[in-house]
């Protein structure tokens, strides 16, 4: 039988209930602590770092915990199921405080925001690395760079849903000259979509089978294995493999350093430098999502052909142009354009070039039962580059000038390509069919 794509899509709802709560939590949350609460552009960064600074520790400890985690339903299914329950109660009483405020300012009403907003943060943190995990724990690693193409897809169709929905919700018309605009709607609907791709997932994705499967197929392919075993059933990485592994994580935090703080500002820069709303911004980000999502299995299958590394470095000099671009089409247009929507959409493509490779290049490095903590590892070099950029960007763009956004960004990702010449490893590629058909035995 064929590679089950069917079973890899379902696989992917985790990563798509994931991704349509960081979307909106990076589109709304900004807006609410400056518009709301008047927080200037340092602290509300500060604030936006937060869960950045949570997940460089929650996203390696959990990722690890679930290595160790046996259940009937599972390693990683526990975790992805009491993370996503108090997510969902506690996202819902944001935009309660927030409405509240509005109508009567209070200390404790700003005091109970941030308490619930690092609750939540806490929620997502317990089940992120271990709901990633499930891809590799299920994929044996010469294909998961074309899993991962259809994890990303799933996640930016989790994306895309969010974009769609605030566009139609709060257009420009609808929230122009508002002094004050209810999300709550807004969290209501991601809610729905998070509790139903997750409902869907464990009801059809039988992990502790699929686990098994794989496992066996990979013991019957030592060569897939980088890393040794040093007798104690510990990971040792050769000493090459450490280092490409140490440029890897460098590179996977620089570009994480340029996109981020993009993703984190967009939504306050338009507005700004451009006079453009919520909506406007929604829809020039809904492009870059549709760019993505139309790119991720071609970028597959084009690592497969040309290799993970070659992927990604081209990949990292079209996002860079795109930053710079960025910058010259923002300060010669006073709206969102044809010619901003064709740049977003190259922005889609570039970052599916650079997502859909970077973490099988990380996990491609350890032995199977330590996938949640390389998982881990990523997540470390991602968030900690995440706790730096939005009050680093954000405190330039108040000091220097709203523009340097972009700038800031393009400079960042051109320095993971310097780095990404460093990397050796990790770019594993099928030599023997015979690997392959094995793993198609695993659908009978």
């Known amino acids: 039988m064929k590679f089950n794509y069917g079973r890899t899509l379902l696989v992917g709802l985790a990563f798509l209930s994931i991704c349509a709560f960081w979307q909106m939590y990076d589109n709304v949350i900004p807006l609410i602590l400056t518009n709301t609460f008047h927080l200037n552009e340092t602290y509300s960064g500060a604030i936006m770092a937060a869960d950045n600074v949570l997940a460089l520790f929650l996203l390696p ?129 991601v809610s729905a979509i998070m509790f139903t791709a997750v409902a869907l997932l464990y009801l059809f994705v039988k992990e502790p089978k699929l686990t098994a499967a794989n496992k066996k197929l990979e013991e019957e392919h030592p060569e897939w294995n980088l890393a040794e075993d040093d007798g104690s059933g510990n990971e040792k990485l050769p000493k090459e493999v450490k280092r490409s592994l140490g440029f890897l994580l460098a590179s996977i935090a620089l570009w994480f350093i340029g996109y981020n703080a993009v993703t984190t500002w967009f939504t306050t820069y338009v507005s700004v430098v451009m006079g453009q709303g919520l909506g406007g911004a929604s829809t020039c980000l809904l492009v870059a999502t549709a760019g993505a999502i139309v790119s991720y299995i071609p970028i597959g299958i084009i690592a497969s052909k040309i290799g993970r590394k070659k992927t990604i470095m081209a990949g990292i000099i079209l996002l860079s142009a795109m930053f ?21 959409a190259l922005v889609g493509l570039a970052w599916a070039a650079i997502n859909v490779n970077s973490l099988p290049m990380v996990v491609e490095m350890c032995k199977g039962s330590d996938i949640g903590k390389f998982t881990g590892y990523y ?46 490893h990790g770019d594993q590629k099928v030599e023997a069919k015979k690997g392959l058909e094995a793993f198609e035995d695993m659908d009978d």
């Open 61 to 189: 400890l959990f990722g690890s915990l679930s290595d160790k985690c046996e259940t009937k339903i599972g390693k990683r299914m526990p975790f992805i199921l009491f993370g996503t329950l108090a997510a969902l109660i506690l996202m819902n009483i944001l935009p309660i405080l927030d409405n509240s405020y509005y109508k009567a300012a209070s200390s404790f009403k700003v005091i109970a925001f941030v308490i619930v907003l690092g609750l939540l943060l806490i929620s997502m943190g317990t089940y992120r690395s271990p709901a990633v995990a499930l891809m590799p724990d299920v994929t044996p690693k010469p294909l998961r760079s074309k899993a991962n193409a259809i994890i990303n897809l799933m996640g930016a169709v989790g994306g895309i849903i969010y974009l769609g929905v605030a566009a139609v919700l709060y257009p420009n018309s609808k929230i122009k000259g508002l002094e004050h605009v209810n999300y709550q709607i807004l969290f209501i609907v």
């Open 379 to 424: 997540y470390t070099a991602s968030m900690a580059a995440q706790i730096v950029t939005p009050i680093l960007a954000g405190t330039l763009m108040r000091v220097i000038s709203y523009k340097i956004l972009f700038i800031y960004a393009a400079f960042f990702v051109l320095c993971s390509f310097l780095t990404m010449t460093q990397v050796r």
């Open 324 to 344: 710079a671009a960025g910058f010259v089409l923002t300060s010669v247009f006073d709206s969102i354009n044809t010619i901003m929507f064709i740049s977003f």
